[in-house]
């Protein structure tokens, strides 16, 4: 069974600084672009981040650049997003998901893990 | 940036029903790169639709979608109490990708 478990969220105040991370099984990580999205309850589903099979490409929406950096682990199955600087608009639920196509980029997503929640606030 | 509109916001049926989800993009989607997702109560989306019309693994037949340029349709044929649920339409053809805010199907 495909299996994607984030971790690492919680409450930070603005300005500091949080790691998710995105536990893969089931499948053949190394053959998959991976994906960070976010929702909240305003503003919706956000894609955030993407980053190639082998790690050797990242894209980024406008409004985290410069201040989020997704990486990936093959040997152990497992995506991060390292968050900066954050901002009270960061505050949302963080999923990862998986690309819907092997050993390409798509960008659409299947299956997406339960979420993390992100919390910025002083 | 491509901006979608899905309505109505908020659709009201009973089980049994035959649902119509509209998705409206502010710009022609490449290639009826356009996908649909539904999520649960607590739960993370779930793809439905891929390419406007493909069915993910697993979805069941009563779930199918069409259109192509701006206009695209989710059609839900006949509710299950399961599928009471919000849906979103995603399209994926140009960078940034983005998601419609949302339908919500609710029992009558």
């Known amino acids: 069974e495909v299996q994607l478990v984030e971790s690492g969220g919680g409450l930070v105040q603005p300005g500091g600084s949080l790691r998710l991370s995105c536990a893969a099984s089931g499948f053949t990580f190394s053959s998959y672009w991976m994906h960070w999205v976010r929702q909240t309850p305003g503003k919706g589903l956000l894609w955030v981040s993407r980053?190639?099979?082998?790690?050797?490409?990242?894209s980024y929406a406008d409004s985290v650049k410069g201040r989020f950096t997704i990486s990936r682990d093959n040997a152990k199955s497992t995506l991060y997003l390292q968050m900066n600087s954050l901002r009270a608009e960061d505050t949302a639920v963080y999923y990862c998901?998986?690309?819907?196509?092997?050993?390409?980029?798509?960008?659409?997503?299947?299956?997406w893990g339960q979420g993390t929640l992100v919390t910025v606030s002083s | 940036e491509i901006v979608l509109t899905q309505s109505p916001g908020t659709l009201s049926l009973s089980p049994g029903e035959r649902a119509s989800l509209s998705c409206r993009a502010s710009q022609s989607v490449t290639s009826t790169y356009l996908a649909w997702y539904q999520q649960r109560p607590g739960q993370a989306p779930r793809l439905l639709i891929y390419g406007a019309s493909s069915r993910a693994t697993g979805i069941p037949d009563r779930f199918s979608g069409s259109g192509s340029g701006t206009d695209f349709t989710l059609t839900i044929s006949r509710l299950e109490p399961e599928d009471f649920a919000v849906y979103f339409c995603q399209q994926y053809g140009s960078s940034p990708s983005t998601f419609g805010q949302g339908t919500k199907v609710e029992i009558k």
């Open positions: 980053i190639h099979s082998d790690g050797s490409s990242t």
């Open positions: 998901a998986r690309d819907g196509r092997y050993n390409w980029n798509s960008n659409w997503f299947d299956p």
